[in-house]
């Protein structure tokens, strides 16, 4: 057998029947990696650099001689871990890729051939999927916005959505933020922007992928609690016909209480004193007493109008905002409304 080294596109084609193994360092894979790949350190972080070091200050020559000090002892181990991850996929077709296809994916895919394992390698390393994912967001797709005030169920919506086989995009859970002050209550650690960029990039590919007539997703501010919508995709949104559901203030209250009521007190009232300065001195320090006496109705009741005004001022910054709005009045919130959504014309 010998090793394969393949462009991005067969790369990920290859990625969705086969393991994908990043070879790179613990701190390089946390920061961020092609979504699904395994964490399959060649070197760990102390040794990367004392290898990276004695490459730049010393010569090639050294850094291979200490990577090799590093490799001998690890073989069998490595060996036996990507038997493991074999035998869990079902493949002995392994993908293998470094920072920029070098060394280290050669020496862990010669290594792996050797055992007798399918190996391909990724040309151009993690840095060819860096690009490649920055050019999704380049791309025209056929996006419908579901707007509507804080409240107003739209999570509910697309899973209602995905429900009836329409293709939906979920902002919010590859970005584990629900979007407000509150939005991270509940939630796993966000992760980096880099990272969010590679799950929303893969997303993307994922759903083109059955050519959909239409991609639904909600209307959001660009940043999403840490992580930032790459923008040439966001400026796409921003141009794009919102379905806005008009449900009433007190339903979407009642919602809202519903779904916060039983999280922790002390994490709703410093969620609420981040935004006091927006908020306005006097509704923070009367919502955080409300929270503090379990009046939770009451506090939801004046964050929930910040919300509002929020929302409508993001409404009417948009370019040409008259022709991109279409009202659609919904006595409830409830998944019924993807019906709603679905027999409602946008022209």
Aim: with cysteine; glycine share 8%.
């Amino acid at each position: 057998m010998a090793v394969r080294p393949i462009d991005i596109e067969k790369f990920i084609g290859l990625s969705e029947q086969h393991p994908v193994l990043d070879v790179r360092s613990p701190g390089e894979y946390h920061h961020a990696h092609i979504p699904g790949a395994h964490s399959f350190p060649l070197f760990d972080d102390a040794e990367r650099k004392e290898v990276g070091t004695a490459y730049k200050q010393i010569s090639r020559e050294k850094a291979i001689k200490i990577g090799l000090d590093y490799f001998g002892p690890k073989m069998r181990p490595l060996v036996e871990q990507a038997e493991a991850i074999a035998e869990k996929s079902g493949s002995r077709t392994l993908l293998v890729h470094c920072w920029r296809g070098g060394m280290r994916s050669g020496a862990i895919a010669w290594l792996l051939d050797l055992y007798g394992f399918k190996v391909h390698t990724l040309i151009g390393g993690y840095k060819s999927f860096r690009r490649w994912t920055l050019e999704q967001f380049e791309k025209e797709y056929p996006l419908e916005l579901i707007g509507g005030y804080t409240g107003s169920g739209k999570t509910d919506l697309l899973n209602a959505l995905v429900k009836k086989e329409e293709a939906v995009l979920d902002l919010e859970g590859l970005a584990h933020h629900k979007g407000s002050a509150f939005g991270n209550i509940g939630q796993p650690e966000q992760p980096t922007q880099e990272h969010f960029e590679n799950k929303l990039a893969l997303a993307l590919r994922n759903i083109q992928k059955a050519g959909p007539n239409r991609i639904w997703v909600e209307d959001e501010s660009q940043r999403i609690g840490r992580v930032n919508i790459p923008g040439t995709f966001w400026q796409l949104m921003r141009r794009t016909v919102v379905r806005f559901l008009d449900i009433p203030f007190e339903k979407r209250l009642s919602y809202i209480v519903e779904g916060y009521g039983s999280l922790d007190a002390q994490r709703l009232s410093d969620a609420t004193d981040r935004i006091r300065k927006k908020l306005g001195d006097k509704n923070a320090t009367e919502a955080i007493e409300f929270i503090a006496n379990g009046q939770i109705t009451e506090a939801f009741d004046i964050l929930l109008r910040y919300y509002d005004k929020l929302y409508k001022k993001s409404l009417q910054n948009r370019e040409q905002a008259d022709e991109l709005i279409r009202l659609i009045e919904a006595a409830e919130v409830g998944e019924e409304n993807a019906t709603l959504l679905l027999n409602t014309r946008t022209s």
